[in-house]
């Protein structure tokens, strides 16, 4: 780990222009994934922005009927939260899934969207990667790739995103709220809130330098059997082979995002329409272009599979 | 104390102390956080330096320069250690690769350099500026490419090839054969606590403490890697994070945090990094095991071979998975082969049960799969191919064997006759349900170990040897022997271990060290006890100890009184004749285990398991049943998601940490049961006692398999039995 | 305030180090300032030398004293305890939140140790294994692992005691989990429950069916 500076930030506005400040700041909140990668020297900030102490750790209801998630709000928290349990099950179900205890009583609502792959190359700084070092190259492909993209991956870059939480968020249409170093806010949709990796697999999200996460906004409910389900070798604590996040209305109609799958939670729209002619149909859309590796090709038999056991049980 | 005929009554046999099951005597230290590790002797060698390991980033090849410029100038850094400048290192005789490579490299993440500072912090940035320029070299990542080249080697126990009778002949001419390949993945101990040592200097003495199994071993390697007399050299190692096999030798840490020590002047201590230790260190071999087995129609084996494939480094060892096919089954003609690959790979060695591990994970799926094509239950058809005999010398017996009284043991309490011979027809909700049963060995090793027992004059016991407890229950089984042979009760005895300052021990390994170690104490204790004897004018073979007195006639004096004028101390050793020779001795079980396979994800969850061992005398059922569920999880592990990934384009293990390489967590395991039989062995030692350890995780993983055939009708061959192996094969959701 | 534990602690004065001023660092949650921040993080933030350690005063409390630190940015809470503060019982097993060992419980909730800073937990409360009892007089939840040999190595204990401590909690809080059958009502001790909570502490040796048992025979006794 390099040596840092060190700050904790008072309001959202000063963190963002204490960012622009710095060269090579980052915020930290839970630190359970940047305090990781940094004591491998794949993040290697010369200065951190303790955000902890932001008032931003409330779920606040919206004008709208939904609902305002801080950005600091501990995954514990956002899925212990009544509300969430009640109209966006979903989440809660979620983020049960993820990490375990201890990661969930640090990891926070924003920390959570930013986490970084889990792919073992970008771990290990003695190999190519260019998420890690653009332009090295990609280590997994050719390489062991069972846990990697099946769909919208790239020769660059074949990782997968390794979060529960913001599945179930595509599914839920979220949305980001975002402030920048000159005080600007904007809302960024969860759908275009992570990239594919393309040529550029190092910039992961369509965050600026130095925007701070201040809010994810949650629609009001809109209810429907919402079932998560989370695929894995081990029965806890493990990052996620393929998990599909559901919402199944009465009609049949509903939503559904895939994680594991690729780089960012994966939804397409409009293979949702065929939700009410079964996991077959709709997985044939939703994976159209999947390009796995021998290794990953299963995830696609498993992903059809776990659809169709959530559409059942959704159903019963 | 030399032991060479059959055990006969001794005051073990009172059972008043042995066979209890006793709370572990180290609980509420290690309970309370105050238990002390090998990083954590703050006061022992207080301002120590930190030591971090840089690992080599080639599997093979040479180090064509080191540039230490920059990390000799960050901040607190006092020394760096490399090949280059540690002077003249010889290589240990118990690894087979060096432990700080360079110019030469043998694996990946193998040591090349130690960067000594201030802090740990300081010494962890100073690594990554360690600049290295390396000339990689092709290795050889791949066993099944290499099964042609592959040599014989000898196995541990028994010569690298058997053959009795005719084989090909026998298998040609039998009814029902079965002709299978099964292949094991190479595994890691992953033991809690990463390998971690501190050192210090005294003038040309050593002292390390360290996290070893064997501490006479390591002394001894330790010294001859840096060229210093033994006596030099003393090594602290009384609470062990977990070794399964992996601290059996010297590692990295011990050997750079000495380096280091020396070169920076002052007390340094080194952990291996996680990341470092899946590569760095030993693991596991891959096997890659043909097992043919040919049966009249009726079930009796005629015909059994078992070929084993395995890789290691240049000089290393191949895994014994032929092991307990030479012993389990009977089979006139039969035949075993051990083939060893050179590979780049990092070392393969020892690691919980070496050879029958591997080998009963094939093996118990190839009885499943006979009993199928026989139609026999495979319950049965195991206890139909009981041997008593060794059946490649079937004038040795075994001492012991009682696995077909496991078998129905198991069977009864398992309800195993409720269970659906035909695959994929049991339903519970989302789970395809099933059961699997397969047979546990493990043989039973005899070695020498030593003990010293003193008396003071308040009537305590002190017990002194080198013998670790690596989380076996050591401390408290030693306890319960010197309580029972010197007649106290255990709050009266008190158990130093791991320190090499006191007698040669068994130490920790191939589930040797509870019989071994508990007999080295008994025989140590015999001793003290003629001196106490003598002390008070008893006739020491009529001398009864029992209540804190000792006892003969009439008369009955406190044993403190012995010690009235100063400590009385005995020590002895346990050396063994050639009752191992004369009877094969074996430890037998049955596994049983229940699963569950999801219908649509084929994701599979253990649901029931069940263990019934016939091990000797079971020393403390609460500590021993621990080492069986402990097993018997390792075995879950092996059977549905360890594996270390090897990438084979550049020798490597791709899934270095506790986050790729996935060991069980609580969830995955469902409540155990563990049944002992009631057994004694008399041929083992005095204690009457056989190693547990390691039995447990034999067969385990073969009964998971097994288990995931019943329930869904796919069988693998190939482990991790993982969800995607069994994907395809599973009816249509719906 | 207590003083440090041990000279050990001081080592780092002996350096030629750049000491962070403590009034911007040290001030509890409640008491920061609402001055602009940055101007005087700016001051006092800069490290001598390029790669230099920047040091900074931190305190909180460890079981039940409050400890003042003087620390590297870069040390961790398990570091911090561990080896400034010679709190041992806390364990570094992979040092990247992969296994639990270092399990402590801040501000009433278990956290891995080995992902958080030092310097984040300025004016927090921490418990360590050595805070829940000691040999002599075992919390209840040590004396049930070693009633029912819930540990062999012993390495993972501590951290599966706190989080077995934190895990009774959560349930009593009401905080549901992934095999909580039914999210809207409040979960319900059962084994299944505990195993799913106790994930993230790994036992290599193995002993979760006994620590199953252990941290039931508390959970009844609490009821």
Known sequence: ?????????????????????????????????????????????????????????????????????????????????????????????????????????????????????????????NQPCNKRQPGSGCSAIGGFSRQHAVIGASEACIATHPSDMAVAMCALDAVVETVRPDGATRNIPIAEFHRLPGDTPEIETTLASGELITAVTLPKPVGGKQIYRKVRDRASYAFALVSVAAIVQRDGSGRVALGGVAHKPWRVEAAEADLPRGAKAVTAKLLADARPTRENAFKLTLAERTLAAVLTEARG | MKFDTPATTNPIDQLRVIGQPVNRIDGPRKTTGTATYAYEWHDAAPNPAYGYIVGSAIAKGRINAIDLAAAKAAPGVLAIVTAENAGKLEKGSLNTAKLLGGPDIQHYHQAVAVVVAETFEQARAAAQLVRVDYASAQGAFDLAKLTDSAKPEKITGGPA???????????????????????????????????????????????????????????????????????????????????????????ADALLAALGARAAGRPVKVALQRPLMFNNT?????????????????????????????????????????????????????????????????????????????????????????????????????????TQVDPEKPERSFSQRRLIECLRTGAERFGWSKRSAAPGRVRDGRWLVGTGVAAAFRNNMLTKSAARVRLDSSGIVTVETDMTDIGTGSYTIIAQTAAEMMGVPIDKVVVRLGDSNFPVSAGSGGQWGGNNSTAGVYAACIKLREAVAQKLGFNSAEAAFADGQVKSGNRSVPLAEAAGDGELAAEDVIEYGDLAKKYQQSTFG???????????????????????????????????????????????????????????????????????????????????????????????????????????????????????????????????????????RLPEVG | ????????????????????????????????????????????????????????????????????????????????????????????????????????????????????????????????????????????????????????CGYCTPGQICSAVAVLEEIKAGIPSHVSADLTAAPQFSAAELRERMSGNICRCAAYSNIVDAVTEVAGSKA
């Open chain 1, 1 to 125: 780990m390099k040596s840092f500076t060190y700050e904790r930030a008072n309001s959202p506005a000063e963190a963002a222009a204490a960012a622009a400040r710095t060269p090579r700041a980052k915020f930290i909140a839970g630190g359970t994934n940047l305090l990781d990668l940094m004591k491998l020297e794949i993040e290697t900030p010369s200065h951190l922005i303790d955000v902890n102490r932001l008032a931003l750790d409330k779920i606040e209801p919206t004008s709208e009927g939904g609902l305002r998630l801080g950005a600091l709000v501990r995954n514990t928290e956002l899925a212990t939260d009544e509300r969430v349990r009640r109209d966006y099950g979903l989440l809660s179900r979620a983020l049960l899934a993820g990490a375990s205890g201890q990661l969930r009583n640090k990891a926070t609502t924003a920390g959570n969207l930013l986490q970084r792959t889990r792919c073992p190359y970008f771990y290990d700084t």
């Open chain 2, 282 to 386: 030993t693991h596991r071999p891959a096997t890659i095991q043909r097992i043919r087995i040919g049966a009249s129609k009726d079930g009796k084996i005629t015909a059994i071979g078992h070929e084993s494939w395995s890789g290691d480094l240049p000089g290393g060892q191949p895994d014994g998975a032929v092991s307990q096919t030479r012993l389990l089954y009977a089979g006139a003609d039969r035949m075993t082969t051990t083939r060893l690959a050179v590979l780049d790979l990092p070392e393969a060695n020892a690691m919980r049960a070496p050879g029958e591990a591997t080998g009963m994970m094939a093996l118990e799926i190839a009885i499943d799969e006979m009993a199928e094509k026989l139609g026999i239950d495979p319950v049965e058809l195991r206890i139909l191919n009981d």
């Open chain 3, 1 to 152: 305030m207590d003083d440090m534990r041990s000279p050990g602690d001081f080592k780092f004065s002996r350096r030629d180090l750049l000491i962070v001023g403590a009034a911007s660092l040290t001030a509890p949650a409640v008491a920061v300032t609402t001055e602009p921040f940055v101007a005087k993080a700016e001051v006092v933030l800069k490290p001598a030398v390029p790669g230099a350690p920047v040091m900074s005063k931190v305190s909180f409390n460890v079981n039940g004293k409050t400890r003042v630190l003087e620390v590297d940015t870069r040390t961790t809470l398990l570091d911090a305890l561990r080896e400034n503060l010679h709190f041992t019982g806390t364990k570094k097993g992979c040092d990247h939140g992969q296994c639990g060992a270092c399990t402590v419980i801040v501000g009433g909730r278990r956290i891995n140790a080995c992902l958080t800073l030092a310097v984040m937990h300025e004016g927090e409360s921490v418990t360590t294994i050595e805070g829940l009892g000691t040999p002599d007089n075992m919390h209840p939840m040590q004396a049930a692992f070693v009633k029912h040999d819930g540990y062999q």
């Open chain 2, 161 to 251: 090839d058997t053959k009795v009778g005719d084989f090909a002949a026998a298998f040609a001419a039998a009814p029902v054969q079965l002709d299978a390949t099964y292949t094991t993945p190479d595994e890691a101990h992953a033991m809690m606590e990463p390998h971690a040592s501190m050192a210090a200097w005294d003038g040309d003495k050593l002292t390390l403490w360290t996290s070893n199994q064997m501490i006479a071993w390591n002394v001894a390697d330790i010294a001859k890697t840096l060229a210093i007399p033994k006596e030099k050299v003393r090594l602290i190692s009384p609470y062990i994070g977990g070794g399964f096999g992996g601290k059996l030798f010297p590692r």
């Open chain 2, 590 to 728: 049955a596994h049983f285990v229940e699963v569950g396979v999801d219908t649509a994800t084929a994701e599979i969850r253990v649901r029931r398991m069940l263990a019934v061992c016939a091990a000797g005398r079971i020393l403390n059922p609460k500590t021993a049943r621990s080492q069986v569920i402990g097993a018997m999880t390792m075995g879950v592990g092996a059977a549905l998601m360890e594996e270390l990934v090897i990438d084979k384009r550049h020798g490597f293990f791709v899934n270095h940490d506790l986050a790729g390489y996935e060991v069980p967590v609580h969830a995955d395991i469902p409540h155990q049961d563990v049944i002992f039989l009631d057994e004694t062995d008399p041929m083992s030692s005095p204690m009457k006692a056989k190693g547990i350890a390691e039995l447990g995780i034999c067969g385990v993983a073969a009964a998971v398999a097994n288990a995931i055939y019943n329930a869904s009708g796919v069988r693998v061959r190939d482990y991790p039995i993982t969800l995607d192996k069994l994907l395809d």
